[in-house]
């Protein structure tokens, strides 16, 4: 899996742009609506991607960012600028979506369980019957190793191979889809998403590296697939 993914909706990343965040704070405390509008459009589809990761519907989505957007209003005198404007703001939407998707949750399906027992630190992040075993000559050398993809770049770019991407981010386990989708699809770095998340760095390398592999093995199965027809 690549180390960054474009965003699917265009989302800027104001991390290539330093202190545009800062100015536009400072206009913001001036009562500037034009720069709460920019604001808005450069983070407004990052927040709603976290936001989509805990609730049922987009509407829901929605309305958890409006709730963001309020909360971040009402409290940005008392940002202190200790982490980005960026991972400020995450930390807020997860906090609402995560309370929101509980609300809409009643009845706790079995899957839901499941996925909370796979994201236990016992987990192995690749499947063991792709290493040999101790009956073979070589016990944990790869018995089938990943695939080394030609133009990696040009084949995650078809419709077919980021429609099976992002399906398997959306069944990852709920700590791993918001590491990877914030290091790999938003393009936060590991210190951010460590301080958005509550997350050690060993924690947040373990999560990352763990829903690379799933996703990985996902697009692989999908390439495998295609082979015949290439």
Known sequence: MPEQQASPGGDPDSARRPGRDEELLAALRRSDEDAFRM??????????????????????AEEVVQDTWLAALD??????????FRTWLASIVLNKARTQGRRERRV???????????????EPAVDADRFQSARDQQPGAWARPPVDWDSPVERLSSDEARRVL???IAILPPRQREVITMRDISGLSAAETCNALGLTATNQRVLLHRARSKVRAALEHHFQA???SR
Request: charged share 30%; hydrophobic share 40%; proline share 8%.
């Open 108 to 122: 706790l399906p079995f899957s839901f369980l499941g996925r909370r027992r796979a994201e236990g630190r016992d």
């Open 166 to 168: 992002f399906e398997a």
């Open 39 to 60: 604001l808005v459009r450069e983070h407004g589809p990052f927040l709603l991607r976290l936001a989509l990761m805990h609730v049922p519907s987009r509407a829901i």
């Open 75 to 84: 409290g940005i005198d008392r940002f202190e600028g200790r982490s980005s």
């Open 226 to 228: 295609e082979e015949p």
